[in-house]
């Protein structure tokens, strides 16, 4: 009412035209603003990591996966679902390498790209698989995986068990698990979506038993392999002596790898020991405000890290949830870890005197590296340590890898 008054006012003291030439401006001015608003701020996704139509459509308790019958076959038609590939990724990294030990073994393998999280055209993976990963496979787009024809079908990352458990076809589904994946985020909807995974009805195979512990609070049923390490690279060296030196796996991006806890526990150590090079790698931490003095090495390649353990007396790893595949390589390489205590590591790693364990506390760590750097017969030990680890080859990984798939899969004989 109150509208309407002001309008014949305006109308009875300037006219209908003035009025109505006055209403038609108010009204564009409206029309610009609201399409002016409507285009500077856009509708915000609903972010899950994964597509939202595929968890809509995953009911898993109502239509659970039930895993087909064994199959006859000694070789399989093997595919794995990827999220796009990431050249720094070591989750990856150990997908290519095993899935190149089932290739090895005459089986036929297919990478499949799910691009929920971004677009990258199959061939440009398969061209970043074969130059960065060592592998030469096929590489297909997730929707081409339907027409394939697929005796086993792995999802890897969580975000890729929702396409694989919406798959319609007679494959075997199971799951590559490295890392309790739920941990990666705050409380809320991607920790419940990445839990809920584990309750699809796949077959996993974790590595390390930690992850089969935790999956099975799910009622998955899983078998893990070990770690290993990569002997040829990851050595016995006949260097001596050791420099003054330590290092530390800083992974900023990363959470699980604890970064900041490592940087105080490193200002401690330095306090300690400023004679001490301290050596960071794994990630570009130059814009970071590092407290004390050190050596930024980035993101390497092995060969490199590989020198930087001979060089150094003890390295400063980190892992919150899974363990790291860093320690056994720092054993093999004679470089004393020095590890946050937790079932995580010691289930995985194992109740290894060679490594020294420590409450994840920076005074208690930079006590754990002192003790290390203090030790009289750090060279000797250095030795001991490497020589220890000249079994901890990834070959039985591999094979044990590959006998649960065929267990699981086929009907020949196991042994």
Known sequence: MKYISVFFQYLR????KVTFER???????????SHAAQSVIPKRPIDVMTSVEDVVKADFVT??????KKINKTKLNIGWVLSPISIGSGGQHTIARFAKSLQERGHNITFFIYESISRQPADYSHQLLKEHFDIDVPCLPMSQAEKEDIDVLFATGWETAYPVFNMKNPAHKMYFVQDFEPLFYGMGSKAVLAENTYRFGFYGITAGCWLTKKVGEYGMKADFFDFGADLDIYRPTEKTPKKKQICFYARPGTERRAFE???LTLTKFHQMHPDYNIVFFGWDVSDYDIPFPYENRGIISPAELSSIYHDSQACLVLSLTNASLLPLELLAAGCVPVMNDGENNRLVIGENSDIVYTL???IELAKGLDEVVSDPDIEARCQRISKSAESSSWDASYEKFAKIIMREVTTVNHE
């Open 63 to 68: 239509e659970p996966y039930i895993a087909p």
């Open 23 to 33: 209403c038609l401006s108010f009204m564009k001015r409206k029309l610009r603003r």
């Open 261 to 263: 806890i490592g940087v």
């Open 360 to 362: 994840d506390s920076p």
């Open 13 to 16: 003291h300037n006219g209908i």
